[in-house]
């Protein structure tokens, strides 16, 4: 079993896969849709699957969520039409799959089927907005969340209620989940090695990042970094 930040979206291309959620077994699938911090097990050994791990701040993260609020919150399995206009597109090309297609047609077959988008219209607190930036140019430094919050202001514990209000998580798994995509852009985007991008990103090294990664996600980082096309990490767009 694994957890992590992400929203994971599994989908079947050929075969069909199994997974747990709690006590729950699924077995014969061809998509599951995981909740952000839901413990999870999957075993697509079996089949050739895309896997998409989803930030729910994203635009697909939040045209995915009134999917899973359509069940018991948790997890559900795509609407047939969903699945099926996923897996045409994916196996359109050997081609990673156009995520501007991908967010276009599950927003509107989330909105078809009741949920809509969530609003992102509501501002975030400035001083958590600094308190993000502050962080993304000092991920590579030792730092607690005392450290940050008088870097804007603000007191400790205030700090820790507003931060996780604004981001839906702890500080602490907030700052790995960073490093943890810092790594993995620095790797696939710009051309470092893994020990490299590790400690820019604050880990102790490689083999640290590796045992983070594989606890988080249940995958190894190095099938990640070597198959990119079905493995798809969707994160918001930088300001």
């Keep these: 079993m694994h957890r992590h930040h992400c929203l994971q979206l599994l989908l079947a291309l050929r075969g069909r896969f199994t997974s747990v959620v709690g006590a729950t077994t699924y077995d014969h699938q061809q998509s ?34 009134p999917l899973l609020a359509q069940g018991d919150g948790q997890t559900a ?17 050997s081609e990673v799959p156009d995520v501007a297609v991908v967010i276009e047609v599950i927003g509107a077959i989330a909105h078809r089927n009741g949920g809509g988008m969530v609003s992102t219209s509501a501002e975030g ?29 603000l007191s400790g514990e205030r700090f820790r209620h507003l931060f996780a209000q604004h981001t839906q998580m702890p500080f602490r798994q907030w700052v790995l989940w960073r490093r943890l995509r810092h790594v993995r852009a620095r790797v696939l ?28 996600f249940g995958i190894a ?17 930088a300001r």
Aim: hydrophobic share 50%; aromatic share 8%; with cysteine.
């Design 77 to 93: 399995s795509l609407p047939g039409a969903l699945a099926e206009r996923l897996r045409a597109i994916a196996t359109r090309s």
């Design 125 to 153: 607190d400035a001083r958590i907005t600094a308190a993000i930036d502050w962080v993304e140019h000092h991920l590579g430094e030792s730092f607690d969340s005392a450290a940050v919050a008088r870097c804007v202001g």
């Design 32 to 65: 599951r849709l995981f909740a952000s911090d839901v413990a999870h097990a999957c075993d697509a050994s079996a089949c050739e699957a895309l896997v998409f791990f989803v930030e729910p701040m994203s635009a697909l993260g939040r045209a995915l969520l």
């Design 189 to 216: 985007g710009d051309g470092f090695t893994l020990t490299d991008a590790a400690l820019e990103a604050g880990f102790a090294d490689q083999a640290h990042f590796c045992r983070v990664f594989a606890r988080r």
């Design 221 to 237: 980082a190095s099938g990640l970094l070597q198959n990119s096309r079905n493995v798809q990490f969707i994160v918001p767009v």
